[in-house]
């Protein structure tokens, strides 16, 4: 009985100090923007000038995960028939963090339709990297698809956010 | 009482303390879990603010929840967390701030008749009707404003295009220029959004 009663004391403190730990807020990481690739960024072998961007992201402030979604076009070659070829990359996202101020990574996995007729690939792994200045909604934005890291990129317009939700 | 019931009970006593701070720590579920909150990002085609017979590209980013997992809130009642993202690709115009008033349900009629007749890949015929929604609004300290629904059609069936719908942004292009767009309804050519533990009764 007094080993019980000694278990029982342990358990309640260990709740009550679970209990009076705070929970960090969640963070927002939103983003509407574009940019452009250094000459020679390729993913797949096709040469890229730009992406444009667009995803909403909740990180659980309890550390058990990331919910959202990006959309990110990687802008390719002029196409014979005209226009460009557009990689549209689809990623759900489902795990994230933020280590520092303003700066947000989330993980997920992508469909990703090459625009070249061919079928899309389907469960590549991303990383997305995205560091916002608060002044202005300027930023910087890393991609990594499947075994391909693409060179971390300023926006060169639109806005981006990685913020409390408090 | 025996002492085997004390130690009985003592011992259930323990186990259920250890499943109430299991169910309430941070490994095991997100505490706002199925209450009301939205994700959403992507782009869409509008056909307002581009050039005549043209479109234009938007990207655009949502996040939102109620400080008190309600399913209707503003800045001065219940806090509405979140921020928004506008980008008019075509004619520059950017909008970017604080999510100030949120309202979760299924799509409105407004909404709804916007959009019109809605046909899934196999041709089902339907409508928006019923669908999770959340109706967002917000302002930017770069003096923007931001108003949209956006429809969370795509995960029952019939599926529909997630869409968002009666958008109405004002704000600046990157050389300062004063802009608006508005859109009545517009499906998202790539993206997603989710509207979660929204509540069964349609938005105004």
């Known amino acids: 009985m007094k080993y019980t009663a000694i278990f029982l004391t342990i358990i309640l403190a260990v709740a009550g100090s679970a209990f009076a730990q705070t929970t960090p807020p969640d963070t927002s990481v ?11 960024t390729a993913f797949d072998g096709i040469l890229l000038s730009g992406f444009t961007i667009g ?14 979604h990006a959309g990110l076009s990687l802008i390719g070659p002029a196409l014979p028939t005209g226009g460009q070829q557009v990689i549209n990359v689809d990623v759900l996202i489902n795990g994230g963090s933020s280590s520092a101020a303003n700066v947000a990574t989330v993980t997920g996995t992508a469909t990703v339709d090459l625009g070249n007729g061919t079928a899309p690939l389907t469960g590549v792994p ?6 916002a200045n608060p002044s202005d909604g300027s930023g910087t934005v890393g991609i990594v698809l499947g075994a391909t890291t693409l ?9 981006m956010a990685v913020a409390p939700m408090q | 009482m025996g002492r085997d019931h004390l130690r009985f009970g003592a011992w259930f006593l323990a186990l259920i303390t ?19 909150h939205v994700t959403a990002g992507g782009w869409y ?11 234009a590209k938007v990207s655009f980013s ?12 503003s800045s001065t009642s219940k806090k509405a967390l979140g921020n928004y993202e506008y980008f008019n690709h075509f004619t520059g115009l950017k909008a970017h701030g604080k999510v100030t008033s949120l309202s979760f349900g299924t799509t409105s009629p407004e909404c709804s008749a916007a959009a019109g007749p809605e046909f899934d890949n196999n041709g089902n015929a339907g409508t928006l009707d019923g669908r999770p929604s959340a109706v967002i609004q917000g302002q930017g300290d770069d003096g923007s404003t931001f108003k949209m629904e956006v429809v969370d059609a795509d995960d029952t069936q019939p599926k529909f295009p997630d869409t968002v719908c009666l958008v109405n942004v004002t704000g600046r292009t990157k050389m300062l220029i004063p802009q608006a767009d508005q859109d009545g309804a517009q499906p998202l050519v790539h993206g997603n959004i989710e509207v ?7 938005n105004q």
């Open chain 1, 151 to 159: 060179p971390t990129a300023s926006i060169n317009d639109g806005t």
């Open chain 1, 30 to 40: 939103t983003a509407a923007a574009q940019g452009s690739y250094p000459a020679g």
């Open chain 1, 126 to 131: 991303v990383v997305l990297t995205i560091a």
């Open chain 2, 62 to 73: 949502v996040t939102g929840r109620c400080q008190d997992d309600t399913a209707v809130c």
């Open chain 2, 45 to 55: 085609t509008t056909f307002n603010g581009a050039a005549p017979d043209a479109s």
């Open chain 2, 196 to 202: 979660k533990g929204a509540p069964n009764t349609p």
């Open chain 1, 55 to 68: 995803n909403g992201v909740i990180i659980h402030g309890d550390g058990s995960g990331a919910e959202g």
């Open chain 2, 18 to 36: 250890c499943l109430f701070v299991a169910g309430n720590h941070s490994a095991y579920a997100w505490e706002h879990d199925g209450k009301p």
